[in-house]
């Protein structure tokens, strides 16, 4: 059974189309990258597949169940969101922040447990915010209170990870760690990964395939190798962009000489 199913999916906001009759099937190990300029609703798109607003039309199957059909705590229970901006939520430290994760898992009027505690203690380490566990969280630097969101849905444990903008705030070693971290996630333990990124090249590096939103609904999804192209990138950015080929695999970088011609 896939752990996703979108069924022609008709999403739109403000009168403007995100997809359009958009279909696919996400199995386990998939860890798909999300790709789109500014404003071509990436975010709308995962908080859609995320339950929190209605489709126009189409279906979307968690595990087989019609995700409109499921109970928030089932869920909570199996899919994770990384919100693009975390609200702070009332006075806590890193530690009781990160176990907010684990409330879906816990029975009504039941505290936490030793395991709950360190799970959460897993995920702080794992994001570089171990040793800070009594601090107030509203005493952390940006990046550090992104990466403890990050630490958050880790504690929550979900079968399907929905990233908005996961390397966000973060610098290039926490950038590189954690999204290997969730394609290990993926590739190891047959957990499904959805991130939107803005770095075409940790799309490249971390994801096996790719979602393209170019606007006015119209989308193309597919191994991250014969769809990630300077073709497929320079229309979806609007902007002349060129393979750089070394040792290492390929990178794309803006075509500075076919930059200067359309100037």
Partial sequence: MNELEIHALTVSI???YVCRELSLALHAGTCLGLLGGNGAGKTTLLHTLAGLRAPDSGEILLHGAPL???????????????????EDS????????ALIGRHPHIEFWRWESHADVNIARRALKMVGLDGLEQRMQTQLSGGERRRLAIATVLTQDPHLFLLDEPAHQLDLHHQLALLRHFAALAREQGRVII???HDVNLAARFCNR?????GAGETLCGDSTETLTAGNLSRLYQTPVAPLHWAG???FVPDQAREADRT
Avoid: D, Y
Avoid at 68 to 84: D, E, T, V, Y
């Fill in 90 to 97: 009332l006075p806590a430290s890193v530690l009781e922040t």
């Fill in 195 to 197: 991130m939107s990124l």
């Fill in 210 to 214: 790719v979602l393209m939103l170019f």
């Fill in 14 to 16: 403000a009168g403007k």
């Fill in 68 to 86: 409109a059909a499921l109970p928030r705590r089932r869920i909570a229970q199996q899919l994770g969101l990384l919100m693009q901006q975390q």
């Fill in 249 to 251: 695999g390929t990178v």
